[in-house]
């Protein structure tokens, strides 16, 4: 039994294999799963308790789906409010447990795996890489979501960090050009297309190609943008100790290898 209360559940990606164990278990205890239909594939729903309500939440708005998730757990209810990726990430759910508090009603968030994590995975990548990057910015272009003036791309871009592109297909060409103007034009990107998800896509282009690849493959939502030096690594830089971690080098002492 799980006490009343809404737990916001991160679902990831969409792999169900990519779903916490807490996240499973929580599923498959829950009265309710209020979800992303647009975002949470079915298959993870297959999780759910056969008794249990589920509400999709795409067409409303959070005048709608909040009085939904105080009723049922002022009426005794175990809430799982269901969101794809992880909830720290672009999930809107700030305002949701900003009023739910409010409203007295005890919150539980359960973290998940983001896309970026996939797109690492997915090209057998390190993200931070000894001596060539070791800073991941998470971030997307500005658009009817307003970035801060001091997170510009252009901006963020001038670090040569792993940069993780979210929520941007829609201003690719804008973002092409900030990111041109800091990082070389043969830079090996990773464009990502609905990671997770049985129709996956990832393409490796340079650069210099992110826009034109975009158009060209028709990626207009659930796509990210993985730019990152440790793409162009080459196993030879490895080999000849360039870029090797101190973490396994026989030179490297620390407590437990003296």
Same mark, same amino acid.
């Given at each position: 039994m799980l006490k009343p209360g809404v737990y916001f559940v991160g679902a990831g990606p969409g792999d169900p294999d990519l779903l916490t164990v807490k996240g499973q278990r929580l599923l498959s205890l829950a009265d309710v799963v209020v979800y992303a239909d647009s975002l949470v594939p079915h298959q993870i729903l297959e999780m759910m308790r056969p008794d249990g309500e589920l509400i999709p939440t795409a067409s409303m708005t959070l005048e709608e789906i909040l009085p939904i998730l105080i009723e049922r757990v002022q009426a005794g209810q175990a809430v799982v409010r269901l969101q794809s990726g992880d909830p720290s990430l672009y999930s809107a759910i700030h305002e949701q447990i900003s009023l739910?508090?409010?409203?007295?009603?005890?919150?539980?968030?359960?973290?998940?795996?983001?896309?970026?994590?996939?797109?690492?995975?997915?090209?057998?990548?390190?993200?931070?890489?000894?001596? =060539?990057?070791?800073?991941?910015?998470? @971030? &997307?272009?500005?658009?009817? /979501?307003?970035?801060?003036?001091?997170?510009?791309?252009?901006s963020l871009a001038a670090h040569r960090a792993s940069l993780c592109l979210y929520l941007s297909a829609h201003h690719v060409v804008k973002a092409?050009?900030?990111?041109?103007?800091?990082?070389?034009?043969?830079?090996?990107?990773?464009?990502?297309?609905?990671?997770?998800?049985?129709?996956?896509?990832?393409?490796?282009?340079? =650069?210099?190609?992110?826009?034109?690849? @975009? &158009?060209?493959?028709?990626? /207009?939502?659930?796509?990210?943008?993985l730019i990152s030096p440790a793409l162009n690594a080459q196993p030879s830089s490895i080999e000849s100790n360039r870029v090797r971690s101190h973490l396994y080098h026989p030179e490297h002492h620390h407590l437990f290898r003296p």
């Open positions: 739910l508090h409010q409203a007295d009603i005890p919150v539980e968030v359960v973290p998940g795996i983001s896309a970026f994590q996939l797109a690492a995975a997915r090209l057998q990548a390190e993200l931070t890489i000894p001596e =060539l990057v070791q800073t991941i910015i998470l @971030t &997307r272009s500005s658009g009817r /979501t307003k970035v801060p003036p001091q997170e510009e791309l252009a092409e050009a900030q990111l041109l103007q800091h990082y070389p034009a043969d830079t090996t990107i990773a464009i990502c297309y609905r990671l997770g998800w049985p129709d996956e896509k990832i393409v490796l282009v340079p =650069l210099a190609e992110m826009a034109a690849t @975009t &158009r060209n493959e028709q990626l /207009t939502r659930t796509t990210l943008y």
